[in-house]
């Protein structure tokens, strides 16, 4: 069965600062994707990555970064330089391969709040 | 990535009374949509998958005759709350893939629809 794990609840930070939000989850296909979304205030869920599990190669995405590690589960998302705008809820989610994609097996975890103060 | 749109954003209604939020992806046909439910400072809940021309697929615990689902075109689903009760009150998030997408298993959510049910 499939689990996302999100230990963190809430993170504060004061700007500037570098934060990571950890992910580890559990899966027992080989072929497998991960996600991150931010929701902010608003509600709205805001698509950030995608990673499947054969592309373990780190990504960076302005001040966004994320680190995959099969070898113990992880897929962590880190901030440089933190905003006040990057206040939100991040979700990780784990989708196994799904095949005409007309179902749905994505899995959330319990979201970490971040808050960064001025 | 793709659009989704929910109408309305936010509705709050008598106890008794249904209510009906509408799923639109603007930019791409989605033969499938799923519906979640999010209940304040929790994660996402998965409720139905709706398919277009078919019954949709409830998750269990989901009432059918409670929530309805229609998914009448590619491009719209619908989701209405009979005889709500202040225990329906709560955000709910509709999303979509994109089937043309090369990473088709992206869900791409709406903006959602806070329901207040006195």
């Known amino acids: 069965a499939q689990k996302v794990t999100q230990a963190q609840t809430e993170i504060s930070v004061v700007e500037k600062e570098d934060v990571t939000l950890d992910c580890v989850y559990e899966t027992r296909d080989t072929t497998y994707y991960l996600f991150w979304y931010k929701q902010p205030p608003s509600g709205e869920l805001v698509f950030l990555i995608r990673r499947n599990s054969f592309d373990e190669q780190n990504e960076i995405s302005g001040r966004y970064s994320w680190n995959f590690q099969k070898s113990t589960s992880s897929f962590n998302f880190t901030i440089t330089a933190s905003q006040v705008v990057d206040s939100a809820v991040y979700f990780c989610a784990l989708s196994e391969a799904t095949l005409p994609y007309n179902n749905n097996d994505m899995r959330f975890g319990a979201g970490t709040r971040l808050t960064v103060k001025p | 990535g793709a659009v989704v749109s929910q109408h309305p954003s936010r509705v709050i209604c008598k106890s008794g009374t249904s209510v009906k939020i509408e799923c639109r992806s603007l930019?791409?046909?989605?033969?499938?949509m799923f519906w979640y439910r999010q209940f304040p400072k929790k994660s996402l809940m998965l409720m139905a998958t709706s398919n277009e021309g078919s019954k949709a697929t409830y998750e269990q615990g989901v009432e059918k005759d409670k929530f309805l689902i229609n998914h009448a075109s590619l491009t719209l689903s619908t989701l209405t709350v009979t005889s709500a009760h202040p225990e329906d009150s709560s955000f709910y998030i509709c999303?979509?893939?994109?089937?043309?997408?090369?990473?088709?298993?992206?869900?791409?959510f709406g903006p959602g629809t806070r329901l207040t049910v006195l």
């Open positions: 999303s979509a893939r994109d089937p043309d997408e090369i990473f088709a298993d992206t869900q791409y």
């Open positions: 930019d791409f046909q989605a033969t499938t």
